[in-house]
């Protein structure tokens, strides 16, 4: 069977990736609009005829998007901001939990997770549920991105203008749009410090939460946290948890490491006898941070094994 697939928004950086990892599937047929894809009754058309659509937009487009869908057999995946803190959609991190996969494949309405918040998320959604992190601890995040992370106009600026800042902090207001959406889908009930940041490169990125182990119920030990992580993650396809041999040996962490996959590694690095942590996910930001993780969630929605397509 072959399922028709539009994706609203198929020219900018997000779409384009999502292009490219659908259109040499034969089990899938692209709605292409071309020229026509600024053209609003060509867009309502392609809209309420796809088996399932892919928005590529600004949170007000995308909002516009869902209002032109009449069409209730339609299955939406919006890749904004609009939706993810809104209880009617199901947030698409089908490793969340237990049930996550099953919600997203009965669900119309799905908003894939931002790139650093499928970060932050994968690392301290285990530990708040294990009761290894009280849901009212203050809860710092660390992070950076490849320059992709921001769009056509940042792209630009690097590639294009030549932009020399090797590092460059941001969100300095401390009023990120990703801070709802870490804080209510890790069960924290303090909004998280985020803090940041861009690196002159175009994708890949690190998401870091340090902790004072002794700042939490019972000082769990550096193995406790490592094993709920295993404990959670166990027979995930694309999130892997390196083994503590593995991190103790580690001098470095490097960004691009899983440039091109579908995959979120973390890592707990620390003293096995101290009393701090510092937990690391690693993941493209165009991969299983945004374009991966919209084809794999496409392919639950569709019923299909959620791998196809991704590397």
Same mark, same amino acid.
């Given at each position: 069977m072959t399922h028709t697939i539009y994706i609203d928004g198929e020219a900018g950086t997000t779409g384009l990736e999502i292009r490219e990892r659908l259109e040499a599937r034969n089990d899938l047929q692209l709605l292409l609009l071309g020229d026509r894809r600024r053209d609003v009754e060509a867009r309502r058309e392609a809209l309420n005829s796809a088996d399932a659509v892919i928005l590529c937009l600004p949170d007000d487009a995308a909002r516009e998007a869902v209002s032109m869908i009449e069409n209730p057999k339609v299955r939406v995946i919006d890749a904004s901001t609009a939706y993810r803190v809104d209880p009617s959609w199901t947030y698409g991190f089908a490793e969340m939990h237990a049930g996550q996969r099953e919600a997203i494949a009965k669900s119309t309405r799905v908003s894939n997770p931002g790139c650093y918040p499928t970060g932050f998320i994968a690392l301290v959604r285990p530990l708040v549920a294990a009761g290894l992190i009280p849901a009212s601890l203050p809860v710092s995040v660390n992070a950076v991105s490849g320059y992709s992370g921001g769009g056509k106009s940042m792209i630009a600026e690097f590639e294009e203008q030549g932009a020399s800042t090797a590092f460059r902090a941001y969100g300095l207001s401390l009023q990120h749009k990703h801070v709802p959406e870490m804080t209510q889908h890790t069960g924290l009930s303090l909004p998280v410090l985020f803090s940041p940041a861009v690196g002159n490169y175009r994708q890949g990125m690190l998401v870091e939460v340090p902790l004072h182990l002794s700042a939490l119920p019972e000082t769990p030990s550096v193995e406790r946290i490592h094993g709920a992580l295993v404990e959670a993650y166990a027979g995930q396809r694309f999130v892997e948890v390196a083994d503590l *041999? &593995? %991190? *103790?040996?580690? %001098?470095?962490? *490097?960004p691009e490491a899983l440039n091109g996959t579908n995959t979120v590694r973390l890592h707990v690095f620390g003293d096995r006898g101290g009393e701090q942590v510092r937990l690391v996910a690693m993941l493209d930001n165009l991969g299983k941070g945004a374009s991966g993780a919209a &084809?794999? !969630?496409? !392919?639950i929605m569709l019923g299909l094994d959620e791998a196809t397509g991704l590397k």
């Open positions: *041999e &593995v %991190t *103790e040996a580690m %001098t470095g962490i *490097e &084809v794999q !969630n496409l !392919n």
